[in-house]
């Protein structure tokens, strides 16, 4: 079954960190995108990690987070320091059509 299934996200003080991972099961990673959606607001484009190497970053969040990809275990990761309460919201996982569930990032300040 092709699918996305993301974890990591909870409740953290502002300042804090959280590791978000996302599993790809049915298919091999590829380009792998993290969005994510606070309430209100239209679902944008946080990182994206292309197969080759190369990482975007939205200029809200350089610095502070940072994506990366284990082939072996077919995962993506999001490792977000510093957070902020304006990273709060629902992270999904992307791949070209395909999302997963999301995860829900809580930053109290």
């Known amino acids: 079954q092709v699918q996305l299934i993301e974890s990591g996200g909870g409740l953290v003080q502002a300042g804090g960190s959280l590791r978000l991972s996302c599993i790809a099961s049915?298919?091999?990673?590829?380009?792998m995108g993290w969005y994510r959606q606070a309430p209100g607001k239209q679902r944008e484009l946080v990182a994206q990690?292309?197969?080759?190497?190369?990482?975007y970053y939205a200029d809200s969040v350089k610095g502070r987070f940072a994506v990366s990809r284990d082939s072996a275990a077919n995962t993506v990761y999001l490792q977000m320091d510093n957070l902020k309460p304006e990273d709060a919201g629902v992270y999904y996982c992307?791949?070209?059509?395909?999302w997963g569930q999301g995860t829900q990032v809580i930053v109290s300040s």
């Open positions: 992307n791949r070209s059509i395909l």
């Open positions: 049915g298919f091999v990673l590829n380009a």
């Open positions: 990690v292309w197969s080759a190497g190369g990482i």
